[in-house]
């Protein structure tokens, strides 16, 4: 007869250490199922220490099945060199590997009585597996803080919080040191965080991994440099040799920090996971690519108007607005009775979209006009109202958006051509021409609404060139 214990079915109150102990007394292996959470808990490393010994010393009597250890370790978002004393011993599995996975469960079915002892796990091994694969992946998703509790302690550091033109100390080796440190301890969590962790957070925590060892190479060609000036302000003068050594500190720092606030607050979570990768692609065909996989379907029916979709308008990652964009989008293109109703909210969404593009203007904005593509899709709704069925609530708000992004757009342009004479290099060829193709396309539905709905010109944005 098989028999399987699990040490969760101890009842509370009993003392777990003698039912244990008589539990081994009746086991032939152990299967020890391992997180980074119990690789950080004292009673797990207790718990299998007991395990082994008794285990061992069973074997050793019987004398039976000398070729396998009976200890199997199985890694659920641990990776082998993760392991420490004695875990490091026990040839370890990773649920990740299905092969591996099979080797272990055949070699767990040997530790049995040849009579209970299966013929092949060829037949019901596939749907075996996709249970197990289901059901992992019904374990809940934690966040990153509950991961890795001491993930923001990491930044806490001067290195991180302080400006490399602020640091008067020029002790460059200690904050080189104290990036590389950091990098390690990313490094040796990455698999727990993949494992636990939400996708965009995993995409969020890996950009930050690779920041970092930027961050550290840039700090590493200071390590040598001589005392630099400090002048009137507390500033450290970097000499024509370094200084763009130490702007490319400080860029990776500030993005750091960024990443960092993002990762550790919850209520800055994005509602769709491609959320990170969009903003994080470099090409217009990908950013689209990503915004096509959750287009609404032609004539499906959405219900747009609920508490969990009108989040997606308020979020503050673009690609979330967006595609809240294009659901209101087709649901003005299939309204028939309330074609007001969703006018008035694709207006509120439109507005609101618009303030956030203004507050980013000439802060955290790219060269390439990126950062407008969810104002270019927030205006797509009313540009597709049926003709004659273009009333609405508000019609003067209408024509105050209208106004307003023209006068954003001038602006826009003018904070990159004051950028243009600030800077040696200016605006890279590619850049620019993205970023003139998008304004052009927001101006171009700008007119169209302002026909559509018959408002008065208000005026135009600078000209393309």
């Not at 285990?55 to 990776?79: D, Q, Y």
């Not at 299966?118 to 934690?142: H, K, M, T, V, Y």
């Not at 001038?410 to 040696?424: P, T, V, Y």
């Not at 193709?437 to 000209?463: H, K, P, Q, W, Y």
Request: charged share 25%; hydrophobic share 40%; with cysteine.
């Amino acid at each position: 007869m098989r028999t399987y214990i699990v040490s969760g079915d101890i009842a509370k109150g009993a003392l777990w250490f003698q039912q244990l102990s008589g539990f081994l007394d009746q086991a032939s292996a152990a299967l020890v199922c391992l997180t980074q959470e119990a690789l950080r808990s004292p009673w797990v490393h207790y718990e299998v220490g007991a395990i082994a010994n008794a285990l061992t010393e069973k074997r050793g009597r019987a004398r039976a099945h000398s070729g396998l250890a009976p200890i199997f370790t199985l890694l659920l978002g641990v990776k082998p060199g993760e392991l420490d004393g004695p875990l490091a011993a026990f040839q370890s599995t990773s649920i990740e590997d299905e092969k591996d996975t099979r080797r272990l469960i055949s070699d767990l079915l040997l530790m049995l009585h040849k009579d209970d002892q299966p013929g092949s796990l060829s037949n019901d091994w596939p749907n075996s597996w996709q249970q197990l694969r289901n059901r992992l992946e019904r374990i809940a998703i934690q966040d990153l803080l509950e991961v890795f509790p001491d993930f923001d302690k990491l930044f806490r550091r001067k290195t991180f919080q302080e400006s490399t033109f602020e640091c008067v100390s020029q002790n460059w080796l200690a904050r080189y040191d104290g990036v590389r440190d950091t990098y390690t301890k990313l490094q040796r969590m990455e698999g727990a965080v993949e494992w636990s962790c939400r996708p965009y957070a995993v995409d969020m925590y890996k950009s930050l991994v690779a920041e970092v060892d930027r961050y550290a190479m840039a700090s590493s060609l200071l390590t040598g440099a001589k005392k630099f000036e400090i002048n009137e302000l507390g500033k450290v003068v970097f000499e024509a040799a370094e200084i763009g050594i130490a702007r490319a500190c400080e860029s990776s720092r500030k993005r750091i920090k960024s990443l960092v606030a993002r990762l550790t607050d919850p209520n800055q979570a994005p509602h769709f996971e491609e959320a990170f990768r969009f903003e994080e692609a470099e090409s217009v065909s990908e950013k689209k690519s990503l915004i096509q996989r959750k287009a609404p379907r032609a004539n499906a029916d959405h219900t747009i108007f609920n508490p969990e979709n009108e989040d997606w308008g308020r979020s503050d990652w673009d690609y979330d607005r967006i595609i809240y964009s294009l659901y209101l989008e087709q649901s003005v293109r299939a309204s028939k009775a309330n074609l007001s109703g969703v006018l008035s909210a694709a207006l509120d969404h439109a507005m609101a979209d618009m303030e956030k593009v203004r507050a980013r203007q000439g802060t955290d904005t790219s060269l390439d006009g990126s950062y407008l593509m969810s104002l270019s899709y927030a205006l797509g709704p009313f540009e597709c109202v049926p003709p004659r069925a273009t009333s609405l609530e508000a019609p003067e708000l209408l024509e105050y958006l209208v106004g307003s992004c023209k006068k954003l757009l001038a602006r826009d342009r003018k904070i990159r051509e004051d950028h243009r004479e600030s800077s040696a290099r200016g605006v890279p060829g590619s850049y620019a021409a993205r970023y003139e193709t998008i304004t052009a396309v927001i101006m171009d539905s700008l007119c169209r609404i302002e026909r559509i709905f018959g408002l008065a010109e208000t005026g135009t944005a600078a000209t393309a060139g």
